[in-house]
């Protein structure tokens, strides 16, 4: 009986061992899964807590496990906060991207520099802008030293569009994207994406507006012609030449039938180009053609230019030579770029048009490629990918929308913000002085209403002729009397 008890209590004792062992083991695996959840979540490891030799003692040990472990929780999670937070400071100073803005000159290119320069910024970049005075040679050496400084990416509008083939390898090389800008860069397969407001489009605008104002399908028609003369843009420069080939392919149909006359023969991109969009020799050009084929006076029916600076040389040229704008001597002038001294022009009547091409949306879409490329989920957009060949491949790219701009519509771009009024709005025309204006007649400069004094008096009859036919009757005085000009007529013939 004895052994049979002491058996039963010593199962007794197992049991609750077992059961205690078991409780013991549940507990670990909670604080092992919150401690790996809790290092997930990046708060640090926590110590597992004791085990307790009885259930009061394992449940007073387990609160206190729970409050040293919230309170060392707190701790970790304030400490490594405040750790993650500088270290993403830290991160984000070393680790903010460069992007390699490189410009042919400052001059005409500072708005561009500024733009971009502010995009890139705003996305969070460090942009370097560069610009290379006009230097083929030191827009390679920039290149150079942006790929030793791994930039994350290239925005290059090339002095020289065929210049850059060899620097480019090495570009390439080093995985470094490269987007043309503006003006696509020829003979490379380093160039990704070309942004642009598309020469060729101009050109065919150019074009048609100018079927359109002159009026030519009607000139066809009655067999007469108008005479035209091209200042075209840098031979050495790619959209000029596709600015070009759109002008051409539109209007050589009006040329080959001779409604177009071109009396200088300077027709071909090469012959009619002004290189690197020199001003001084658009206005030689000009004053040569003028002299030679225009005589006594007279001028060309169309001046059609590829940039601004030519059409205002053109202005300058025809003024000089005495021919005054809105008579019917002064010819229809075309620009392209819409600098603030063509507006003027367009205002003042002078230039019949220019194509404005907005260079912050330029600016825009070419940063929203580049920031696209390097961390979007898609490729960059693109509305063109056929007709834009560097000579190596044909290059995806953005074409923004020009936009034609005259004496109509010139106000948007002051309303736009892009330029001021006082940029654009031609100078008053001073109002001529009183001694300037014809005078009106004077009374005493009007012929009198003869008097009757001046009237042949009736004669009396002793100077009556005895017989009719001897000499004619006086007339009555209603016939002698001359008519009296009117007011009208005599300021008119004065």
């Keep these: 009986m004895k052994k049979k008890t002491t058996s039963i209590l010593l199962g007794v004792f197992l049991a609750a061992s077992m059961v205690t062992g078991c409780g013991k083991a549940n507990k670990a695996t909670e604080v092992a899964n919150e401690s790996a959840q809790t290092e997930k979540e990046g708060t640090g490891e926590v110590a597992e807590g004791e085990v307790a030799q009885t259930d009061s003692k394992s449940k007073k040990t387990e609160e206190t496990d729970k409050a040293d472990q919230k309170d060392d929780t707190k701790a970790d999670s304030a400490s490594e906060d405040s750790a993650d937070n500088t270290q993403e400071d830290t991160s984000e100073e070393e680790q903010k991207e460069k992007i390699a803005v490189l410009l042919p ?146 209007l050589q149909p009006y040329l080959d039938d001779g409604t177009l006359v071109c009396k200088s023969g300077k027709i071909s991109f090469d012959n009619s180009g002004i290189l690197r969009w020199s001003s001084s020799q658009a206005k030689t050009r000009m004053s040569e053609i003028l002299e030679e084929f225009y005589p006594d006076g007279d001028s060309p029916d169309i001046i059609c230019t590829g940039f601004d600076g030519a059409a205002l040389s053109a202005i300058d040229v025809l003024e000089e030579a005495g021919i005054v704008s809105g008579t019917e001597k002064w010819p229809m002038i075309t620009g392209s770029g819409c600098e603030a001294d063509a507006v003027k022009r367009i205002a003042e009547g002078k230039l019949a048009f220019s194509v404005f091409t907005d260079r912050r949306e330029l600016a825009d879409q070419c940063e929203n490629m580049v920031n696209v490329y390097l961390h979007g989920d898609d490729d960059p957009e693109v509305n063109d990918y056929e007709q834009y060949d560097n000579g190596v491949k044909i290059i995806a790219t953005y074409l923004c929308e020009p936009q034609l701009i005259d004496q109509d519509n010139y106000e948007i771009l002051i309303d736009n913000g892009y330029y001021t009024a006082r940029e654009v709005r031609p100078e008053a025309t001073p109002t001529p002085m009183p001694e300037e204006i014809s005078p009106t007649p004077m009374p005493e400069e009007i012929s009198p209403t003869p008097v009757p004094e001046e009237i042949s008096p009736t004669p009396t009859p002793e100077e009556i002729s005895p017989t009719p036919t001897e000499k004619a009757a006086t007339p009555s005085p209603s016939v002698t009397k001359k008519a009296t000009p009117s007011l009208t007529e005599k300021v008119r013939k004065s």
């Design 105 to 250: 000159d400052e001059d005409s290119w500072s708005v561009d520099g500024e733009e971009l320069e502010a995009r890139l910024t705003d996305d969070g970049y460090e942009p370097v802008i560069m610009y290379a005075e006009g230097d083929v040679s030191k827009q390679v050496m920039q290149i150079q030293d942006m790929t030793e400084e791994a930039v994350s990416a290239f925005v290059i509008a090339p002095v020289d569009a065929y210049g850059l083939k060899d620097v480019l390898a090495d570009v390439k090389e080093a995985e470094i994207p490269v987007v043309s800008y503006d003006e696509l860069i020829m003979d490379t397969n380093a160039v990704r994406y070309y942004v642009t407001f598309g020469g060729r489009q101009i050109g065919q605008m150019v074009a048609k507006e100018i079927i359109d104002k002159e009026e030519l399908d009607k000139v066809q028609e009655d067999k007469e012609s108008r005479s035209i003369e091209f200042l075209m843009g840098s031979q050495d420069n790619t959209q000029a030449l596709f600015f070009y080939n759109g002008l051409m392919e539109t």
